[in-house]
């Protein structure tokens, strides 16, 4: 197997690739090469329940899937790229789940994308983009351990993972060292929205339903996710939304508007459990997060709220103005 660019992030050092293993050559460390993606990081680790339901649901929420094109939407409304320059640029991709913005970066572009999960749904996300060849370049990896030497990238995006890390500060920070000087980071959170942003369902039954076992989990919810769609629509039909917040359901009102009903239920059971799972879930302030970044060396060019026609998301963008 020939040599490749990812370094251990003690050494700084290229690894060198053995069939199954790659070997660090300064401390003698390896890590297994397991379906063709280097392992950096245990098996196990706080994010197993993604790589549950990300392998269970490993194409709900691609567009070739749902008949939409709500992942390239909100992909490109929270980075503002433009398609054309990617194709030029090193980027990388933390937390990529199954690879939904993976598959928007690859088909929309030229480029190569190098792209990171803590938890095992690089499995999905290989099989769902693996028409792409080598443009992805896998691996599975904490956030803390980014497997590539600093300052590597000319941008670098992560959605939808950094309130899941115990650290939310710490992974900031873990991201910014990666990029080069000058280059952008983009990112979007859970927002704090107010003193009754954790009076919710997920918060309030999470200690219990993340205990449960996942399958058990799972199938208690799929038993009852067309009671809590009908009672959720019937609320929001009466004007009384904010009231489902306590319904142990997710929010179903971003869904692609192309879902059939089939598609509606499996993408609720799975945004669902993906609510009452998490090990963490730390939502931010936005000043705080825009604070962070600042601290770490970035310009902030845009903190905020980004709409597209599916939804919206907290997104912050920055500039690294320091190494």
Known sequence: MPEISYCHPLSNLPLKSFPYRFVDPLSGDSFPVINGIPRFCPSENYSSSFGFQWNKFSSTQLDFYSGSDHSEQRF?????????ELSNCTVLEVGSGAGRFSEVFLRTTTGVLHSVDYSNAVEANRRNNSLYGERLQLSQASIYQLPFTDNTFDKVFCFGVLQHTPSFDESVAALIRKVRIGGEIVIDFYPIKGWYTKIHSKYLLRPITKRIPKPFLLQIIRLNIRLMLVLFDLLCRLRLGFLTRFIPITDVRGFPGSLTPAQRR???????????TPEYDNPQRLKDVVRMFTSFGCEVTFAGLVTYPAGSSTVVRAVKRVG
Not at 76 to 84: A, L, Y
Not at 266 to 276: G, K, L, R, S
């Open 76 to 84: 490109f409304s929270e980075t503002g790229w433009d398609p054309g």
């Open 266 to 276: 499996e993408w609720a059971v799975m945004d669902t459990f993906d609510a009452f």
